[in-house]
């Protein structure tokens, strides 16, 4: 078998970010500085970890980068209002609300509460009826957004191409299925209720797993030449690592690689694209909002 071709999202997601530290510096020049307040609730250490590295990279970047932290007990109420204070607020044009949130707090009460033009994550009723509308003022949440970007740079055939998405969530699985549609993609969207699983993936031409159940995907669900885009991030044993685990996706990439096109790793594919598209979205969110 030929060797596929590795999407490498660490190099994809490092041009993404050179492009918006160009942006920026011509915004500032106008006078703009762009804004994401980032909002973490609780001490989920997976939570804490994602928050670091979105606010390193608003740093780096040269953004204005609020941090607000709130105690594992923060009622819906004081939540409410550093929303409302955020929307209010001219120097913060983006606005991300850590998820998952404490179980005691209404997460799509807080996503309604987020003025729409700040909604960077794109998780807002209007920002989810822009994707389907294709209205490009919209805001497409950013790990959908980076999967396309990698097929767009890799130079991957949407056009007229069979698409199989696995998983249904607002987060990941729709968005990502209605961006491959808007590309004339053929899609499916497959689920835990789908029947045949490994024969629906099998029909792909383009694969992209959003599942979270580790190296689900085996060899004999891909077809000969099939592109891989593995959205999963799970955390496996593994007692050779100093840590005692290690990430791994939800496509067996070990067996399934050699049969492929093309293919994201877990890590280095999709997940570093997911803070560049964040970033990406911050500047677009500056531009309109100005
Ligand atoms: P959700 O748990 O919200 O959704 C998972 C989806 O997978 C559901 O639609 C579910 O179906 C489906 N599913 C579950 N089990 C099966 C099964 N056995 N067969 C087929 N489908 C199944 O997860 P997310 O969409 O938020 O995330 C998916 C994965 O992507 C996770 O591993 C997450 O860590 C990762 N992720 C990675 C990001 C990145 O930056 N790379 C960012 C966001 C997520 P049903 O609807 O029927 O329950």
Known sequence: ???????????????????C???????????????????????????????????RTCADLGFHSPKIELPENTTQEEL????????????????????????HLDEPEVIRAIDPRKDVDGLHPENVAKLVLGDPTGFVSCTPAGCMKLLEVSGVEINGAEAVVIGRSMLVGKPVAMLLLAKNATVTIAHSRTKDLAAVCRRADILVPAVGRPEMVKEDWVKPGAVVIDVGINRIPDSTKKSGSRLVGDVDYKEVAPKTAAITPVPGGVGPMTIAMLMKNTLQAARQLG
């Open 1 to 19: 078998m030929s060797q596929p071709r590795i999407l490498d999202g660490k190099a994809v997601a490092a041009s993404v970010l050179e492009e």
């Open 21 to 55: 530290r160009s942006e920026t510096a011509a915004l500032k020049e106008k006078g703009i500085t762009p804004g994401l307040a980032v909002v973490l609730v609780g001490n989920d250490p997976a939570s804490a970890v994602y928050v670091g590295s979105k606010t």
């Open 80 to 103: 409410l209002k550093v929303v409302a204070d955020l929307n209010a607020d001219p120097t913060v044009h983006g606005i991300l609300v850590q998820f998952p949130l404490p179980k």
